[in-house]
């Protein structure tokens, strides 16, 4: 029994692992419009590139492995479509579901009160410092706040994530 994965899976292989490229190279191209359609053109042209090579690979091919690959790819897309979605819109289709709950215009502090359940700006900023404080991201001395080494990774990691995703 082989367990090896065929030609048309390890292609899908490599293009799961080259699409986080792909969508950090889409970034790069100011002609490819915002985020999700930058996303959706990586997602296509990983399907293409998937399609070439298994026209152009040597050897036979089996249904199966090509099936296989195109789980695959389907799993990477998915992951990086995760890791893209929070990045991208998890914290503002938030803001955006307590304007829309609303039913009307709201100002901006409205808006705070909309989405903290009563709480105005300063709530809402305190809220968001709480969490960087109680995950030990920033600390505070003197009034004054300042990231921890841990802040610095975790936000370096995020900006990683980011510019792979074609969130740049």
């Known amino acids: 029994m082989n367990m090896l994965p065929g030609p048309t899976q390890a292609a899908a292989i490599g293009l799961s ?12 191209i100011a002609a490819t419009g915002g985020s999700g359609r930058r996303f959706r053109l990586g997602c296509i042209s990983i399907v293409i590139l998937y399609a070439v090579a298994c ?26 479509y995760i890791l893209f979605s929070l990045l991208a ?3 503002t ?13 709201l100002t901006l502090e409205q808006w705070a009160t909309a989405y ?11 809220n968001r410092l709480k969490l960087l404080i ?16 841990k802040g610095v990774a975790v936000a370096h990691l995020v900006k990683l994530v980011r510019l792979s995703t074609g969130l740049g």
């Open 134 to 149: 109680g995950t030990g991201m920033v600390i505070t001395a003197d009034g004054r706040l300042a990231p921890t080494t």
């Open 93 to 105: 289709l938030t803001l955006l579901t307590a304007l829309v709950q609303a039913g009307r215009p």
């Open 116 to 126: 903290m359940q009563g709480g105005d700006l300063g709530t809402f900023t305190h």
């Open 89 to 91: 819109w998890g914290f």
């Open 17 to 28: 692992i080259a699409f986080p490229l792909l969508l950090l190279c889409y970034a790069r």
């Open 55 to 80: 026209i152009a690979l040597p050897g036979q091919r089996h249904l199966g492995d090509v099936v296989g690959g195109l789980f695959l790819l389907g799993t990477a897309m998915m992951f990086c």
